[in-house]
């Protein structure tokens, strides 16, 4: 295709982008500020036990803002499908076959690993980390924590949890690449398992040692899940490899 041809068909695509954002932040925007979809209760689920009231809003626009970040990150998973979607019709013909077979794997479990790890956060790492932070009112000193900075600390938490449960993919990426091999991985099992327990402590708030073993057990199983699939495709690799010299 020639190259001006190339950058009509990028307009296209980027309009198409545009247009399932456009719509999927204005469906959010209707269903959040019609009160369809409560933000702030469905997120404030996991401190409602240790509350003797409402959530405190200091100042009159957190309230907005809230809904606002909620209705764009909402507009954005909605939307996602079609920008994949747009972003792999452009991308794909430049592919070779095995690139094609490596990608779609890839950006499918991406998607459910990130997903798993939001949800590991919200079920379990929040709820045992403010029972740990509770733990410590008592009648001379209340707890009264406000909207702000507990959506904060829900949404930094949640997604903290998603990037680092993607690790298997991009190892397993790294490996189709030849960038990384399986032993190498597990010369450095010691060394891994001492780094997640630091990146454990650099992520979950606080000292807790509850939450910090929450994230630092299925982290290290991820690594380990990594060095299996990175063997898996070195096998692979190397097969192929063996074929073609055949």
Known sequence: MPFLEHLEELRWRLFKVALALAIGIGLSFVLIF?????????????????LKGPLIVTAPGDLFDIAMDAAITLGLIAASPVIVWQIWGFLSPALYTHEKKIVIPALVSAAVLFLLGMLLAFEYVVPVTLAFFFSFQ??????????????????????????????PVVIALLSALGIVQPQ?????????????LIAAAVITPGSDPTSLLLLTIPLYGLYELSITVSKLIARRRDRSLAAEVA
Do not use: N, W
Request: aromatic fraction near 10%; include cysteine.
């Open 34 to 50: 019609s009160k369809q979809i409560d933000v702030v209760a469905i997120l404030s689920e996991p401190i409602r036990p240790y």
């Open 138 to 167: 008592t009648d001379a000193a209340i707890v009264m924590p406000t909207v702000d900075r507990f959506i904060g600390l829900i949404i930094s938490m949640c997604l903290a949890f998603g990037a680092i449960f993607e690790l």
């Open 184 to 196: 190498y991985l597990s010369k450095f099992r010691r060394h891994a398992a001492v780094g997640c």
